[in-house]
Structures are given as C-alpha cells and as structure tokens.
Nanobody
C-alpha cells in the first residue's frame, strides 16, 4: 500500500515545458515500479511512461518519446516527468501509478491493469 500525490501541472503555451512530481508515502518506494498515465475528457486512459523499481529501465510511449523523460529519486520517494515541447494534444489529467514488485523481478509496465495504486492527478494544459 502506497499513497501517491502529483504536483507540478499547469497551463503553458505550446512548445513550453513542465515538470511533474509524484510523491509517495512510506519507506518502501524502491519496491514499486512506477508509471505515468494521462486521460482527457471523453478519452480512455493512455500510457505515457514507466520506470523500474531501481530506475534502471524506462519506457516511453511513442507519442511522447523524445519529448518527455521519466525519472525517480528513491531517496526522496519521488518520481518525475519532465515534459518538453508540449503540444495541445498533451492536454490531460496526468496520473501517477505504482505497482508492487520485488527488486529482483521489477521491470516497467505499460498497462493500467498492471498497477494497483493511483494518485488523484494533476491537470496539464498546453494552449495552441
């Protein structure tokens, strides 16, 4: 069980940048694989990026590859999403997610059903 709180969303012009943070409770952050998803009104939840427990492996959706970078700092119990070159189609509520995994078997995960804990989300709006 882990509690997740996102921050850092806001309104930016197309081409701008934002850095999202996801703060996790507890002292076992390193045992959770983490991911970012986004959801716009009327659309399904969409995978954005994922990172393994140690941070050694990452994966980014094709739609954001080269523009967004996922990272984590286990000493600070925090995951980040650096978003550059934002586009109007990036506008959505961004939600962080966690999946418990022992470190010896921890990879990255791209499907919502693979995660068990979710934050409340933070709004990102990129104006055209």
């Amino acid at each position: 069980q882990v509690q997740l709180v996102e921050s850092g969303g806001g309104l930016v012009q197309a081409g701008g940048s934002l850095r999202l943070s996801c703060a996790a409770s507890g002292r076992t952050f390193s045992t959770y694989a983490m991911g970012w998803f986004r959801q716009a009104p009327g659309k399904e939840r969409e995978f954005v990026a994922a990172i393994s427990c140690s941070g050694g492996s990452t994966y980014h959706a094709d739609s954001v590859k080269g523009r967004f970078t996922i990272s984590r700092d286990n000493a600070k119990n925090t995951m980040y999403l650096q978003m550059n070159s934002l586009r109007p189609e990036d506008t959505a509520v961004y939600v962080c997610a966690a999946r418990y995994q022992p470190n010896y078997s921890c990879s990255y995960y791209t499907a919502p059903k693979q995660y068990t804990s979710w934050g409340q989300g933070t709004q990102v709006t990129a104006s055209s």
